[in-house]
């Protein structure tokens, strides 16, 4: 599936800020870029590093005043979204170790509270994928999907208080419960076609049976037609943007999701 | 200065659980590793890798039944820890790569809600490391040290609501005021000569004119003698210990440091 | 400046054939990535991954019959290269650790053999970037820059004994010169704006007074308007493609790169 | 099998120089250090980082005079090196990314010179381990191992031209020949109890079924007690110690290994 997905940033800068940005998708086994643009206005020095989790990384100076980012890329997103039931569980002792550092507690995630509340919630499934369903479940459950409703990032703990929620905190909870549980799980910051309303998304990944699948509690089914923009721990990791400094106005943003009828031609 | 530190960590297994230790210092910068010992009775197997942050972690299964950890290490460290007055602020811009990770708020660090207190605190200090001082002096004012008073991981939005705090929690907010004034800051555990009560101790780091310096706000004056174990973002990065599946009870931990008369010889 | 730079290869492939592929240039401290394709025509699954330069790298199996790649940048490349005259020789024990790779001998670089010609050839320079200087003259000297002249890689061993050379061979020996003489230095393979012929180019990069400059034996000028696609330690690390298996034909090739009018619109 | 390791280095230093030293075994998934000593008469600022490779390696300026390095280590080795007849060949695609800079050509190990003769030597035999048997019995009809022949470094398609060779000759012909055929190969050096004469060893590994499996050309039987000091993709990336600057006479080394009559008690 040949996606079109864009973003617009628009700030208004009152004094020159210093920004970390993580707008870049890139290449990898689940997507491939063909095209994109990345467009700074007006155009500054901005330098590009690769973070700990792999994700490719801007830093720039805003100046003051207008300041937008603008990113496109043509992408070949998956059709569909793999799933596995009855994928085993990995023992911890067995699990590869660039996927350790997503079986830890995290800003976001306490997954060390939630130990009780997983073993409950997965009482009679069996370890690995089908846990991870029965998770999904139970977020779904728990909280009304209502997009829009969060502006301060909330953790899992506070998530699982709450009745509504934005994507971010329901992966924040599934990734809480799956690591009380002992399985790997990361956030995923992206795009999804179809998306409603249309904005960055966030879903999560968990690690069974020797690889990474796709969890959306957000979403009835699990569809396909994503593009992962970055990975993390949680939302502490994978920040859209971070500015340092005095505090700038959020800006004003656009994302479009679209479909290309096949792959580009040269 | 030659220290020999040392721990035992005694379990009480009730099933076989695997296990996460980072107890392993590293020769690095600071300190050489002239010497070290790390038994397991029984002995059983163990893999060790390097994390994110660069600490050596081993991994193995604690079989059911009495499982002992035994480490000792002689050390070459510091007469005393760098000080350096005056030293000068490194903008965002232009901090290396390498420590960006120590910039952004953590598990325990949620520097995001520290910019007004950070500033008020240290309005008026230069900016650099005479901002890091007048945290140090803040933490001192506002929490009394005593070790022991804390079981569960707090963080620093809660300490900073207390009194009376451990070594941990002192680091942590100490941690935090630095970030959100955009000094990264990192969290040190290890060994420190002369502690009372003896036990393992944590202190923090921050970047400031081009290079790491120790501060530690359990101390009147910054001593020496100091070994590291492990540097993390904050305590969720660096537990001395960390299980997996259900809960085991907390060991009978011994930990000692005594100066040794000279380098070993061979 | 703004620069598109871009390149096509077409193969003929006798059967499918797995390719690695280093063909993207990343946004870093010199150069801003703003629009890029990368077209792979029949498209094929296509991985990316970072390698342990940093470099950006695709993996995919070349289907059986005709394959084209056909890769576009529009970058913002420096008007020209710095230079230092007198910067200085930064002692061993001070070197970062990330430059200490490129101080050893490598595929293409056997600086262990050439301790006698360097200290040679630099008697009277001081020690840094004028070293640098007279090794760049030597090159020039001893080799006529004779494009298309070589296909197989040769060493810098190799090269010394030519009178002719590529732009990669006069890298090479470039590089192996510094090196022995604790000079970091590292292969650049990217885009050179006025190259002639239009081809893609090698030149090199020397570590000095805590930074990297870089050199060009085949240019009597030190021009800008490079872009770097990749950093290796030789030619070995940086091949725009790798084949695995029977040996396909070299692609009919070709690279152009032509000056923008100025940043990308949106 | 518990092993005690252990080596002296005795230089002499006409004027202080910079080393980089490779000397202390990690433990991981084939071996456990529980006591290590790493000594340096007359006591020196040593640092100690983790290579592109995950090899602990040590920096220090050794003063003029004489200069010792003593390192011992007690450890767990294997019995016996795993085996694994039949298993499979991994195709290039499926690689993981870990092991890909072992299949490319390295400073002394030119396989892209020897495709036809892999090729020709391992015909009728199955992809994967049984090549890599069948390359091992190859190198042992070419090639005489004569401890202590071997001086200078020599590459795999030097050692190809001769009769006699050191281990590390064996192991980079050997290495050369299984990248020749797309399997991933690694230069391991280490200690081998019960060599004759005792000196450290080299010998390499293969990337086959999944992991790495042990070869060693230099014995009729594929011995254990092992331990593995440092991995690269051949002699330039392992080399126990080196030196920067103007020639240092090679050190009068002693090595020894011995077993111990079981796990050290603490």
Same mark, same amino acid.
């Given at each position: 599936? +040949?996606?079109?997905?864009?973003c617009?940033l628009?700030f208004?800068i009152? !004094?020159a800020t210093p920004f970390l940005l993580m707008l870049r998708?890139?290449?990898?086994?689940?997507? +491939? $870029?063909?095209?994109?643009?990345?467009?700074?206005?007006?155009? #500054?020095?901005a330098v590009e590093f690769t973070d700990l989790f792999?994700n490719l990384c801007q830093r720039l100076v805003a100046?003051?005043?207008?300041f937008?980012v603008?990113?496109?890329?043509?992408?070949?997103?998956?059709?569909?979204?793999?799933?596995?039931?009855?994928? +085993?569980? $990995?023992? #911890?002792?067995? &699990?590869?170790?660039? $996927?350790?550092?997503?079986?830890?507690?995290?800003r976001y995630?306490?997954?060390?509270?939630?130990?009780?509340?997983?073993?409950?919630?997965?009482?009679?499934?069996?370890?690995?994928?089908?846990?991870?369903?029965?998770?999904?479940?139970?977020?779904?459950?728990?909280? !009304?999907?209502?997009?829009?409703?969060?502006?301060q990032i909330?953790?899992?703990?506070?998530?699982?208080?709450?009745?509504?929620? #934005?994507?971010r905190?329901?992966?924040?909870?599934?990734?809480?419960?799956?690591?009380?549980?002992?399985?790997?799980?990361?956030l995923?910051v992206?795009? &999804?076609?179809? &998306?409603?309303?249309?904005?960055f998304?966030?879903?999560?990944?968990?690690? !069974?049976?020797?690889?990474?699948?796709?969890?959306?509690?957000?979403?009835?089914? &699990?569809?396909?037609?994503?593009?992962?923009i970055a990975?993390g721990r949680d939302a502490a990791d994978v920040a859209i943007y971070t500015q340092f400094g005095d505090p700038v106005e959020p800006p004003?943003m656009? $994302?479009?999701?679209?479909?290309?009828?096949?792959?580009?031609? +040269?």
């Open positions: 599936m +040949w996606l079109r997905a864009s617009t628009d208004s009152p !004094v998708p890139r290449s990898g086994a689940q997507q +491939w $870029v063909a095209r994109e643009q990345y467009v700074l206005i007006p155009s #500054v020095p792999g100046p003051a005043g207008p937008s603008h990113t496109s890329a043509d992408i070949d997103a998956a059709e569909s979204a793999d799933t596995a039931p009855g994928a +085993w569980f $990995v023992a #911890v002792e067995n &699990l590869p170790e660039v $996927v350790l550092p997503f079986l830890l507690p995290s995630c306490e997954s060390d509270r939630f130990a009780r509340l997983a073993a409950s919630i997965t009482a009679g499934y069996a370890p690995g994928y089908d846990q991870c369903v029965a998770i999904v479940a139970y977020v779904r459950r728990t909280l !009304v999907y209502s997009p829009g409703s969060g502006q909330i953790s899992a703990a506070e998530a699982n208080q709450r009745s509504e929620a #934005v994507c905190d329901m992966a924040h909870l599934g990734i809480a419960l799956c690591r009380a549980l002992s399985i790997p799980a990361r995923v992206g795009y &999804l076609e179809g &998306l409603q309303p249309m904005d998304h966030a879903w999560f990944e968990a690690f !069974v049976a020797g690889r990474w699948y796709t969890f959306d509690p957000t979403q009835r089914d &699990l569809l396909g037609g994503r593009v992962a990975y004003i656009r $994302v479009s999701v679209s479909r290309l009828d096949g792959a580009p031609s +040269w």
